[in-house]
C-alpha cells in the first residue's frame, strides 16, 4: 500500500514544463514587460504620446479605467472562492442549504448579502461553488443574484436614487427575480456539465482529489490557478469593451435614452459596453438621471450587473459559448421588460 | 449499449431526452413569454401620452412672493403644450414654458394660505409619443400665523404677544414682558422691543417654541423703534438712536440688521450709505426674498442697499414718501407731490402708477392707501355720519379700489369702532385691521402708541369675509 495517494492525471501531463517552472517563466516575463514600460515612460521623449489620437488614447484610457475598477473585486472573488474551497468544511455549504430546489435557489440567491463582491468577483467565487458541490443552474443564480443582491450595491443605489421612481425596489426584485428564473430554468437541464467549458468540466472532476499539501500551500496554488484563467479573461474583456465605447457614440445613445422605448435598449446597450461594476454603476447612472427615463436606469442596473462584455469574457472561462447565449437572451429580455413595465406604469 | 435501450439518449422515450426536452421548452417558453410582456409593455409606452415624473415648488416662498415658479419634469422632452389652457384651482393666474424635460409654471401673484392647489397643463405632447396628455399636480400651502399685541399694563397686567392661524382658531400666547413696545418674527423666532420700569427700550429675541429669550445688546438708553422681519430670511432689522451728549448723538437712527441665524457672525453693524457711515435712517423696508433694505434718509434720498454689504449701495432717487412694496414683489412704490412711481429693484425701470380714483361718497374721506398690486390698492375711509338728532360722529371703512369698481372689504361690527391700524399680509391677499370700540382710549406708550379694548380682525380681500379675530393689534403683518 503507497503512503501517498496517486498524482491525478491532468497534474502530470504538462511534460517536462512543471507548474513552477511555468510560473516563473511567466513572472519573468512579466518582470521583463513592465521594465519595459518603465524604460519607454523614462527614456522616450513627451511627444510621443502626443503622436497616439485620440481615439487610441480613449481605448487605452477606457480600457486601463474598466481592468483598474474590476481588478480589486476579481482578487477578492478568488480570495472568497479559495475560502470556500479550501478553508470551509468539506460539505458545511451544502448541509446548510435548504433541500427544496425552490427555497434552496432562493437562499442562494441572497448569498451576495455574505460574500458582497462585484459582478467580476463573482465569477472565480461561483467556480468554487461548483467545485463544493453546487449545481451549475445553482451557481447562474448565484452569479446573476449576487451583484444586485449585496449591501453595497443596495447602499450606493439607495445613495444615489433614493426611493424615487421605484428604482431601488426595481432592482432589488428585478435582480432576485431573473436570478431565480435562470436557476429554475436550468435546473431542468438533462446534462448540467455540458453547459461548462471542457477545461473546467476537467477541473470539477478533479475538485475532490486530495491533493497532498497544506491548506496554505493549496490555497496559493489556487491564487494562481485562477488568476491565470481569470486575469486573461478580464484583460480581453476590457479590451473590448474600451474599443467598443470608442466606436459607439455615447452622444446617441442619449439621445435615444429620452425615448421611452429606445432608452431601455440604449441604456442596457451601454451596460454592456461600459462594463463598470455593480456597486457604482448607480452613482455612474446618476450623471444621466436627468436625460433618461427610471425604466431605462432600471434596466441599465439590472442587465448590467449581470450581463456586459467584461462578464461575458470572464464567464467564458466557465460556461460555453452556447450557453452564455442563452443566459444573455433571457436576462436581456427579461431587463427589457422589466425597464418597459417601469417606463409604462411608474 | 443498444439503440433500444431505455438509457439510450436517442430514444425519445428515455427520461434524459424527456428532460431535454422539458429544458428546451422551458427555454423557450421563458422567451417568448418575456418576449411577449416586453412587447406589450413597449406597445402600452408608445400608445400613453407623456407622464409628470416629478414636481417641485417652494410652497413657503409661494405664499410670500410673486414669481414662484413650479416646475414639472415630465418623462421625456416636451414637444408642445398649451400653455393658455393651464388651469388652477383655486384660481391663479399663471404663465408657462417648456423647455427639454421640464414644464415650469410660474406664478404671478403669491398664493394664499392653507389652501389646496391643483394645476393641470393639457396638451403636453412628448417628443416620442404624439399622444397629447393632461399633467395634474397637486400640493398644499403652509398655513400662516398671525401675531398681534396685547397691552394690558394699563390694567396692571403684563403685556402679551399671541398668534392664531387659518387653520388653529385657538391661538396661544409666545411672549410676555411688563411692556412691549413692538415686535415682529420672522419664521418661528420672535424679536420684541420691550420698555423696562425706567423707560429704556431693550430687545429680545425668543424661538416661539423656547422659554427663554435671549438680550440683543443695545448702547446705554439707546431707543428703539421701526423693528422689521424679513418675510423669507431670518432677519430682523431695527431703528438704534442713542441720548444727545453734548448736542451730538453717537448713534442717530442707525438701522440694525441683525440675522437670527448668527450666520452673518459678530453682533450686528448699522447699514452704511454710499459715504461709509450709517445712514440715518427715516423710514426702511426689507426687499421681499432678498436680504436687501429700502431705506430714506432725512433728506428724503432713496437707497437701495444690501444688508450684509454684498452690493453696493444704489441711489434709488429722492422722493417724498417711501408706501413700501406692492406685496410678494421688489416693486417698491414712492410717492412725490406730482405723482406716484413704481421702482422695480429687479431691472431698476420707474414706471408712473396711475391710480384709479375710488368711488367716494360725498361725506367719504380717504385715509391711508397700500398698494395690492399694479392697479389696484385698498383705502381706509372715514366718514362723517350725521345722526337724526343732527350731531354728526365718525364711523370708518375699509375699501378696495380697482379700475373698474371701489368694493367694502370691512366695516367694524359695533358702531362706535374706529379702525385705527390695518397692514396687507406678504401675499396681498388679507387684511389685518385693528379697530377700537367706543371705550378705546390711548394706551400713552412712548413709541408706537396704541389704543386700549383693541381687536385685530384678518379680513379676505377678495370677500370682505373675516377670516378669524383676536384680542390687541399691531399685527406682525405691519412689521414685515
Redo the contacts between chains.
Sequence with gaps: MSLTKPVPPHHAAHGSRTPRSRGAVGLGLGVALVLLFVAIRLLAPEEVGNLLSNSVQDFFTLSISVVIESLPFVILGILLSIGVQVWLPEGFLLRHLPRNAVARRIVISMLGVLLPVCECGNVPLARGLILRGLSVGESMTFLLAAPILNPVTIITTYQAFGW??GILVSRILGGFVIAN?IG???S????PMSLLTPKFQASCAHAHDEVPATRTRRSVDMFTKETSAMLPALFVGSAIAGLIQVGVSRDLLVTLG?????SVFALMALAFVVSICSNVDAFFILAFG?TF???AIVAFLVFGPMIDVKMLALMRTTFTARTLV?LT??VG??S??LG??V???A | MSSESPQSPRSPQSPRVRVRDAFARRLLGTIVVLAVIAGGFAFASVVQGPRLSAAKIDAQRSTRLAGQQLVIEVNQPVASFDADEISVEPEASVSAVADDRLITVTFDEPLDYASEYTVRVPGVVGAFQGVPATLEYTFETPDEQVYSLVRRSLDGEPDLIQRKSFTEPGGEIVFTAPRIQEFAHAGDVLAAVTIDDAGANELFVAGVEQDEPQEIALPMDAVVRDLEASTTNPLIGYLVSTPPVDGARAQDSALYIADLTGAAGGPPKPVAGLDGEPIKVASWSFVPGTTAVVVQDFEQSVFLVDAFGSAPVTPLGVHSEVRGFVPGTSRLVVADPDRGSMIDLTDGTTTTVDLPVPSLGDSDYPGRLTMTGDDRYVLSVVMVVVQPDGSTSIASRLAQVDATSTTDVFTPASEGSIIREYCISPNGRYAAVTTSDAQGRPDGYPGLPGYTESTMSVVDLSSGAVEFSQSGGFSDWCSS
Design positions: 424615487d421612481d428564473l429554475w430554468i436550468y431542468r437541464h438533462s446534462s429620452q425615448n421611452p422605448v429606445l436627468s427615463m427610471p425604466g442563452q437572451v433571457i429580455l427579461a427589457a421588460a418597459l413595465a417606463n409604462a406604469l
